[in-house]
C-alpha cells in the first residue's frame, strides 16, 4: 500500500512544519 506510505509521511511532515510554525509565529507577531 504506497498511498498509505505516502499519507504517513506527509502527515509526519506536516506535523513537523506545524510545530515549526507554532515556534515560530509567536516571534513574528512579537515584532
Do not use: F, N, S, Y
Not at 19 to 29: C, F, H, K
Request: glycine share 10%; charged share 10%.
Amino acid at each position: 500500500m504506497e498511498i498509505l506510505q505516502i499519507l504517513g509521511t506527509a502527515g509526519i511532515v506536516l506535523g513537523i512544519l506545524v510545530t515549526i510554525l507554532i515556534a515560530i509565529v509567536p516571534t513574528v507577531v512579537d515584532r
